[in-house]
Nanobody, 126 residues
């Protein structure tokens, strides 16, 4: 397993930016696709963004396209989620996750991911 720790969440006003970080230990991340998910109270966990092992391919849920950017620094064993133009509907607990499977494409469903962080809270006020 790989241990993941998210950071960078906070309380911000609508229109602001935050950068979430996901630091890994236990294994190097360059072997794995990585994803960001979020869960608001009373709602199911939702796919936000994912990035391939090499960083060459990225995927986003429609609601964040053009505002969020996922990236990775394999040398630092860290994945990032840059969030711009935040909206109140972005309020949620944000999780990063690692897909430890080999030889598969990037997944957008939580069940495909094996290792999860504890989450970091993002709250956007209007």
């Amino acid at each position: 397993q790989v241990q993941l720790v998210e950071s960078g969440g906070g309380l911000v006003q609508a229109g602001s930016s935050l950068r979430l970080s996901c630091a890994a230990s236990g294994r190097t991340l360059n072997n794995y696709h990585m994803g960001w998910f979020r869960q608001a109270p009373g709602k199911e966990r939702e796919f936000v963004a994912a990035i391939s092992r090499s960083g060459g391919f990225t995927y986003y849920v429609d609601s964040v396209k053009g505002r969020f950017t996922i990236s990775r620094d394999n040398a630092k064993n860290t994945v990032y989620l840059q969030m711009n133009s935040l909206k109140p509907e972005d309020t949620a607990l944000y999780y990063c996750a690692a897909d430890l499977r080999v030889g598969v494409g990037v997944a957008k469903v939580p069940s495909a991911y094996d290792s999860w962080g504890q989450g970091t809270q993002v709250t956007v006020s209007s």
